[in-house]
């Protein structure tokens, strides 16, 4: 597993950006797929965003196809989540995950490392 440590969340309005940071501890970063994912209230816990291994291929829910931007640095351990014209829809609780190595990720793969979470709120 790696350690992972979400920023960034906050309160936005409506047409708004805000930019989501997760930071990773441990060797095994740069073979893992990423991803971001969401729960809002009363809901069940949303894939968002994912990241391939070297950044090759990118992932998105529909609801946010456009609009929010995955990326990885593997020389800081790092992935990001931009996301730019903001919905009161996003109001969430995200999520930084990384997928158990070896397997290929997105909304279906195994994820055995989860940061704590931050929560984002856009006000209408």
């Known amino acids: 597993q790696v350690l992972l440590v979400e920023s960034g969340g906050g309160l936005a309005q409506a047409g708004g950006s805000l930019r989501l940071s997760c930071a990773a501890s441990?060797?095994?970063?740069?073979?893992?797929?990423m991803a971001w994912f969401r729960q809002a209230p009363g809901k069940e816990r949303e894939f968002v965003a994912g990241?391939?291994?070297?950044?090759?291929?990118?992932y998105y829910v529909d609801s946010v196809k456009g609009r929010f931007d995955i990326s990885r640095d593997d020389a800081k351990n790092t992935v990001d989540l931009q996301m730019d014209s903001l919905k009161p829809e996003d109001t969430a609780v995200y999520f930084c995950a990384a997928s158990v190595v070896g397997t290929i990720g997105g909304p279906n793969s195994t994820y055995d490392s989860w940061g704590q979470g931050t929560q984002v709120t856009v006000s209408s």
């Open positions: 990241i391939s291994l070297y950044g090759v291929s990118h």
């Open positions: 441990g060797r095994t970063f740069r073979s893992r797929y």
